[in-house]
Nanobody, 126 residues
Framework: QVQLVESGGGLVQAGGSLRLACAASGGSFSRLFMGWFRQAPGKEREFVAVSVNSGGRTYYADSVKGRSLIYRDDAKNTLYLEMNDLQSEDTAVYYC???????????????????WGQGTQVTVSS
């Protein structure tokens, strides 16, 4: 069982930036497929980004593509998500997730990882 703990959320002004971190334990980090999801108030949880492997393959939701970066530090067993030009629609609880099996990239928006963190709140003020 993989344990995931997110950090780095908070209140940020529109146009600002934020870096979220996800510390993993209990598994072989470099072999995990890891990603970020978010859930805004009154909405379903949605896919944000995934790090397919330590070789650097990444995929992003269209809503964050071009202003976000997902990356991992295997030495620290930590996954990161940097987001720039944050807008009010980015306000959500952000969840880190991990799975030992690769996601089906053509169905990435339906990916259901087996391990989840508790989430960290990101609030963007206008």
């Amino acid at each position: 069982q993989v344990q995931l703990v997110e950090s780095g959320g908070g209140l940020v002004q529109a146009g600002g930036s934020l870096r979220l971190a996800c510390a993993a334990s209990g598994g072989s980090f470099s072999r995990l497929f890891m990603g970020w999801f978010r859930q805004a108030p009154g909405k379903e949880r949605e896919f944000v980004a995934v790090s397919v492997n330590s070789g650097g393959r990444t995929y992003y939701a269209d809503s964050v593509k071009g202003r976000s970066l997902i990356y991992r530090d295997d030495a620290k067993n930590t996954l990161y998500l940097e987001m720039n030009d944050l807008q009010s629609e980015d306000t959500a609880v952000y969840y880190c997730a991990a799975d030992s099996s690769p996601p089906e990239l053509l169905l990435i928006h339906h990916w259901a990882p087996e391990n989840w963190g508790q989430g960290t709140q990101v609030t963007v003020s206008s």
